[in-house]
């Protein structure tokens, strides 16, 4: 590996891996941008924190959002000391336009103001600091927008006292600024994040995307009602959307399903409910303890758990003032509010008193289990995709002749064997790196030689005009269509990025695969995770019910050594003679983003010939010194500079457009009107209504490495600013390191995180039952009768 490619000097770079200097310490941001997760477009709901950087000498991933959340902390198998409710890493959920980690595109709930960029500490006006000067005007440009924006509101509402506050809060959270945490003065501090806009409707299920609008009637009661409470008339019709046209009365009777707003907090329910029912409004409410163990289980859910262990949830019960959580948590259970699973762990053991003659009989053993809660919606899911794929496993097929002789001519063994196992099974599943990608696309080619009607789904839009993407396919603007009961028309569905699929998406494309068709399943099990919940990809992998084929096919080149070696937890000097891959150690935030422009912009095209649209830019988080915006404000004045004129847009600005949660799509502005935002996006035009621009579009010139899953590029870099060493894991530098074809620069300030990250940091655990439902299913399909 080389130092920094570039050169305004004709110093020569030195091939060993450099260690950086500990980078000063930047204040961390929590910027739980819209997206998802977790929730608009694209993990809305978490936090973005400041990204701290990376390892001397080596690569370093990609750090989620997350940071010490305000609420209390809960532990359980979501991470160590990490809450179920609270916001998760980048990804994970959030709706916004920062696909994956953080939301796609939106207000970012709860997030703290930006810190202003480090500038160099030279008296003299060098490029760096005229690059962070410009990011600085940027964000005062876009303050006075939205203060513009909102003053009106503001002006004409009149409101005071504990209205205010709590308009004041949720204009924060929808805004992107941290909230106000006086409103509530006896209540647990709001948490740091937050989904800041209700979930993205899946494409899975366009029918429910539109939401009812409520009638003025509806409104004019939730008005009132919010009146009554203190609350502002702002949040009048969200509620009665969110509620239905009984709104008034349920806020009424329990002015805790406030909480059905994504924007409004535990605390801030808990305010609303005390104006309501003054001291009758206590912290064992059963009305309010119901409520609240939903709440918990959707922000879980916005973390990517399909359900949570019941001694977790009732940790974080008692966390938030519930009195007796055991007992809260069976009331709702009784309720019907949420769903109790009982998932067995191994077989029946017998109990310590009895000898081994009693142990063999089944009455006299015990059958260990977890106790799971859940919420219909993500257990109906989990369970409908656990029959999907249990009756396409069960599938049979003869393998003639043209299959062998189709396995014969393939480019490679791996892809012999892939084309074999799809000829005899209904399912099958397919790991590999990126090389490894070319072994489906056989598959498929082959496939269509033998007549069959084939389909090649992946995460991400491009790769080949004989793809399409998974959210295509399911709403029905690509592939084959469906037929008169529902299904797709074809044979065989190959989906590549599997592990971005959560269980919602999942089951309904399973549904729509009808009998007799085969479905493979392939993907990298070392990249980040899906957006929304679940983990399919792994819990298939975990359940061993079906054929599952390993790739032989490395990655090549120095680039490849490199990830690979990541994907096992080491992060090794590689031997990059064309400087494929190079570090770039910097000493703060600020010298971070002036390398990386240096890079994008003159560097890497000089270095490479790859023209600087070409090269893309990827940081652990939205916020901070060094995270995407303050990057693509840099990038913006140097590659496209411009006034902003289209709601902070010019025309040739790279930008990223989150339709939906985890979908993040590279476009280009084109221009604006009262339509709304047009962009291209891979030939196509498409408008993006001016009301849903700043929650859908963002500035696409840095993105994170959720936001960069499923897609490459010929050069990318990679910058790890000192702040961002909390967020790395092994997933994150190994999704960010493998986005680039030709070339990586590590922007490298984090020190010893880097590799530590690599070594001891894996992915944080999902709580599922996806595995367990899917080996009960093949049990019982063994059992004779």
């Given at each position: 590996m080389s130092t920094d490619p570039q050169a305004d000097t004709a110093a020569a770079e030195n091939p060993a891996t450099p260690e950086a200097e500990p980078s000063a310490a930047a204040e961390a941001e929590a910027d739980p941008a819209a997206d998802t997760d977790r929730t608009g477009p694209d993990g809305s709901g978490t936090a973005e924190p400041a990204e701290d950087g990376a390892g001397p000498a080596a690569v370093h991933g990609e750090a989620g959002e997350g940071g010490p959340g305000a609420e209390p902390p809960v532990s359980g198998r979501g991470g160590e000391g990490e809450s179920p409710a609270g916001p998760e890493t980048e990804t994970e959920t959030g709706s916004g336009a920062d696909g994956g980690a953080d939301a796609d595109a939106g207000a970012d709930p709860e997030g703290t103001a930006e810190p202003a960029a480090e500038a160099p500490a030279t008296p003299a006006l060098s490029e760096a600091q005229a690059e962070l000067a410009a990011q600085r005007i940027e964000r005062e440009r876009i303050a006075r927008r939205k203060a513009e924006r909102e003053a009106p509101v503001a002006a004409g509402a009149k409101l005071s006292g504990k209205a205010a506050d709590l308009l004041a809060a949720v204009r924060a959270v929808e805004g992107g600024a941290k909230p106000s945490s006086v409103y509530f003065d006896d209540a647990p501090a709001a948490p740091r994040k937050a989904p800041v806009a209700p979930p993205a409707p899946r494409p899975a299920a366009p029918a429910a995307v539109a939401a009812s609008v409520p009638s003025a009637d509806t409104v004019e009661g939730v008005r009132a009602v919010l009146a009554r409470g203190g609350a502002p008339e702002a949040l009048a019709g969200p509620a009665a959307a969110a509620l239905g046209e009984d709104a008034a009365g349920q806020l009424t009777e329990n002015p805790w399903r406030l909480l059905s707003l994504p924007a409004v907090r535990p605390t801030q329910a808990?305010?609303?409910?005390?104006?309501?029912?003054?001291?009758?409004?206590?912290?064992?409410?059963?009305?309010?303890?119901?409520?609240?163990?939903?709440w918990l289980l959707a922000q879980a859910g916005l973390k990517g758990h399909t359900a949570l262990e019941a001694p977790v949830l009732e940790k974080a019960l008692a966390q938030y003032g519930v009195p007796d959580p055991a007992e809260a948590l069976e009331l709702a259970i009784a309720e019907g509010s949420v769903l109790v699973f009982h998932e067995p762990l191994g077989p029946p053991v017998a109990g310590p008193s009895e000898n081994a003659a009693d142990a063999e009989d089944a009455e006299d053993a015990e059958q260990p289990v977890r106790v799971l809660v859940g919420l219909e919606g993500a257990a109906m899911a989990e369970e409908s995709l656990a029959d999907g794929l249990a009756r396409l496993a069960a599938g049979t097929f003869d393998a003639s002749e043209d299959w062998e002789r189709a396995a014969g001519s393939a480019p490679s063994p791996s892809a012999s064997e892939l084309i074999r196992a799809v000829a005899g099974h209904g399912l099958v599943t397919h790991t590999g790196g990126e090389a490894a990608r070319a072994e489906p696309v056989a598959l498929a080619a082959a496939a269509r030689e033998l007549g069959l009607r084939v389909c090649l789904a992946a995460h991400a839009p491009g790769g080949g005009p004989d793809r399409v993407t998974v959210a295509g396919l399911l709403s029905g603007a690509e592939g084959p269509g469906r037929d008169t009961d529902g299904q797709f028309s074809l044979d065989l569905l190959v989906v590549l990025d599997a592990p971005q699929l959560d269980v919602e998406t999942a089951a309904a494309l399973v549904e729509s695969v009808p009998d007799g068709a085969r479905l493979v399943l392939c993907g990298d099990p070392g990249v980040l995770g899906s957006a929304g919940a679940g983990r399919v990809f792994a819990d298939v992998l975990a359940a061993r019910t079906c054929p599952q084929l390993v790739s032989r096919t490395p990655d090549p080149g120095p680039l490849g050594e490199l990830v690979s070696g990541v994907g096992i937890g080491e992060l090794n000097q590689v031997d990059a003679?064309?400087?494929?891959?190079?570090?770039?150690?910097?000493?703060?935030?600020?010298?971070?983003?002036?390398?990386?422009?240096?890079?994008?912009?003159?560097?890497?095209?000089?270095?490479?010939?790859i023209p600087a649209d070409s090269v893309q830019v990827i940081t652990p988080g939205h916020g901070g010194s060094a995270g995407t915006r303050a990057l693509n404000a840099a990038l913006k004045e140097r590659l496209n500079p411009g006034p902003g004129r289209f709601g902070?847009?010019?025309?040739?600005?790279?930008?990223?457009?989150?339709?939906?949660?985890?979908?993040?799509?590279?476009?280009?502005?084109?221009s604006a009107d009262a339509e709304g935002l047009h962009l291209e996006r891979a030939g196509a035009r498409i408008v993006v209504a001016?009301?849903?621009?700043?929650?859908?579009v963002r500035h696409g010139w840095a993105v994170t490495a959720h936001q960069a899953v499923g897609t490459r590029w010929p050069a990318v870099v990679v910058v790890l600013p000192g702040d961002a060493a909390q967020a790395l894991s092994r997933d994150w530098v190994y999704t960010a390191f493998g986005r680039g074809e030709r070339h990586l620069s590590v922007v490298h300030g984090v020190d010893q995180a880097?590799?530590?990250?690599?070594?001891?940091?894996?992915?944080?655990?999902?709580?599922?039952?996806?595995?367990?439902?899917?080996?009960?299913?093949a049990t019982a399909g063994a059992q004779p009768g």
């Open positions: 808990d305010g609303f409910a005390r104006a309501l029912l003054g001291a009758e409004a206590g912290p064992g409410d059963e009305r309010r303890t119901t409520v609240l163990v939903g003679p064309g400087k494929e891959v190079v570090i770039v150690p910097v000493k703060d935030a600020g010298e971070a983003v002036h390398r990386a422009v240096q890079l994008v912009a003159e560097s890497v095209p000089r270095a490479f010939g902070g847009f010019d025309p040739g600005d790279r930008v990223v457009h989150v339709p939906s949660a985890g979908r993040a799509l590279p476009a280009r502005v084109v001016k009301e849903l621009v700043e929650s859908q880097l590799p530590h990250a690599v070594a001891e940091v894996p992915a944080k655990p999902r709580t599922t039952r996806l595995t367990g439902l899917l080996t009960a299913l």
